[in-house]
């Protein structure tokens, strides 16, 4: 079957693909600091190629740093302030309410997958995390299936229904590296086997929270990732990688997480009534107990929003706050599902509600998250070279979420 | 001549030098794209030994990302909140003067260097631009010479008097890339002469200024530096090698300058009074125009500090205002020495004051720049592998100027 040139837009952009497979690839958790140490030792030979013949850059993802808002960007293509996923949940002030936003029914936003499927292009949508599959098959006419769930998906439901015989290897287990490589394995598979020519492959941060770049758990992911870089590169696929967000050591030199314990301390000071929005808290909190590099902070009517700002930006530890009206427009969050205050923390330093509110026996081997400021930029990699035009819209401050445009509209030569 | 394993301790860190040649080299403007880009092309073999069998990292460094900044903090060990040096100059409300701090006069604590000196170590410190090299030289009993005035030398004053012959080169012009490599030349040739035996050795920015990483200008640079590492490695040193500041493109897709003018937005605003300092100017503007990521504002007495700080907060392209409290305490700045506010721009934007006072011909070629807070993080080699306790220190918040202390006190083996 060959493969369509088709053209559509989403959400004010226009792309015009290629008559080759497109694949983008977020690779979730992956700080620059990966790919260079397993590159230096030789353990990704196609990831050099793709950056050596190909476009290389640092982009800058969407804040807060977490899983959800920056999927759902790359998906959409805008920030959260357009598709409004601002984290995993939020609290709404005027039901009383702490909603969970893993489904589509919050984004305001159509994704490009919808579109490209529209325009013609069969397109498939793989998720390491089960949570995410929703906001990616939103209206989506194609593939749609997360790894967690591999043995569970169902033509009526996911669009296919073979995914163990399609990978030829059983579902893996959700807190695994194997969960991840799986992902790829099946979006390779199915360009293998003609099944989809559009693709979204989108892995789970389970290796990055528990090791750091150098040790010998990320290394063996990342030579896994590789291997299957080269099998959707030898499948004729035009190749876009990029990341949700980086990762950082969150403790002590002595290895016990640096938690301030925001709810706590503000109750304190000021008194009670103040709620704390962890918007990194999901079902799968094994990762990084709850813990992460921003806040929302939802103030009482007995306190002053400004003062309240003011003290928690002379804490240590803490190195922005914004007010709703600053975090809507230079964070580029959905104004009406934050807090009064949004809370950044330092590169070492992760944001808890109480003591009691977050089980530290999870995170005992060490704490490495996200969140803040310092897990922002994030590699992008695309296989081709791009042309002049997209090398200087590149040069300016590209985004994590411009990975389609660049990997379906950028490239010098549409095919090869 | 045999090497002393001295000690000693400088601003509150203890230092015990191993009996080999000890060497830091800060790249100046050194993102890390431009090591992933040389490495990955297989340009810098030396490096990526060093990074696979020492110790490799992003470490952060001091605020504004500008060079005497950071290199007064390298040599150090220190904020600048402690040495003093917080830009190439600041505004004296006291005297109404504008000074420049390219002198060891403004500095407030000790370095490394002179304390290594005073143990007996041999030391020697190679800068590329002079404006440097009376910090470098303050108090030292050594060598003390800049590539830029490298035939200028004379025992008396810099501890040598034939760099030319020592080089086996003529000084280079300051606008090139020689300088930058004739400084490790210099170095690499004072190790095989024996007549140092712990060095700084401090290069210059034009080429980061100048090409971005992927450009053939900065790939034949980075394979040269390469070279001189791979000759300080031969000699027997332990490098360390950091960056001040990493670089960004700062400019439009059309190409032209993304630049806010502060002096004339304020004036506009609130009325004339104001005075924008850029600590980035100095005597080497055709690098950069005098325009870079970081503004402090001095704010007349006719307006507020609070509206003028929330207006300029405001402002598209600016990222973070803090008043003169918060950038003694959150940028580790001295108080003393620093605006009623700093101010510090996006990836992609530059502060000036008015157009009138840049000349935009120095930069048409395009602007890279640095200062704020996305040219904070800087690569970090050590070229021996860490101790279990300088690992675990490393991986909470490494700074870029703790680089004197992984390089001396970390390796797991002192020698070998």
Redesign the interface.
Known sequence: MSIAAVSFSANGRHYSTPDRPVVVVCLDGCA??Y???A???GLMPNL?RM??EGF???A?GALPSFTNVNNSSIVTGVPPSVHGIGGNFFYDSTTGQEVMMNSARYLRAGTILAAAAKAGRRVAVVTAKEKLRDIFAHELNGIAFSSEKAGLARTETHGIGDVEQLVGKPTPPIYSGEASLYVLEAGAALLRDRRADFLYLSTTDFIQHKF?P?SGGALEFYAGVDVQLGRLLEWGAVVGITADHGMN?K?????SP?VLYLETLLVENFGPGFRVILPITDPYVVHHGALGSFAAVHVPSTASIADVGRWL??LDGV??VHTRA?AA??LELPEDRIGDLAVLS???VVLGRTPACHDLKAIEGGLRSHGG??EE?VPLIVSRPLRR?YL??A???PRNFDIFDLTINGPLVPDC
Request: with cysteine.
């Open positions: 620059d600091e790919l260079d140490a590159s230096s030792r050099v950056s050596i290389r850059c640092m800058r750091d150098d050591s403790q002590h030199p002595d290895g640096n930006m002379d190195t922005e600053s427009r230079k330092a590169r070492d400021r310092y930029m035009e200087r819209k040069a300016c401050d």
